[in-house]
């Protein structure tokens, strides 16, 4: 009988020497936690720790600093005569 690799090979990799994480670890838990790794978000099995993705044109314009988005005022909030 032929064994697979487990799916826990997936979260490291050897290069040269050394033992290297793939995947993130969570910062509350400690390394021995991984985030799993969803389409818009990175989420801690354990503790429910998330870091959600930056998508879009404006994320990539964000991390480099060079464009500024203009934000609208926010209304004023009027109280209703009705009470």
């Known amino acids: 009988m032929i064994k697979k690799m487990t799916d826990i090979s997936k979260f490291y990799k050897i290069e ?6 793939t995947h993130r670890s969570c910062p509350k838990c400690g390394p021995s936690y991984f985030l799993a790794d969803h389409y818009d978000r ?3 099995g354990h503790c429910a720790y998330t ?9 990539a314009a ?3 600093g060079k464009a500024k988005v203009a ?3 926010p ?4 109280k209703s005569m009705d009470s």
């Open 51 to 59: 870091v959600f993705k930056r998508k879009g044109k404006k994320a």
């Open 75 to 78: 209304r004023k909030r009027v």
């Open 16 to 21: 040269g020497d050394k033992l290297v994480r």
């Open 62 to 64: 964000g991390a480099k």
């Open 42 to 44: 990175w989420v801690c």
């Open 71 to 73: 934000r609208r005022t």
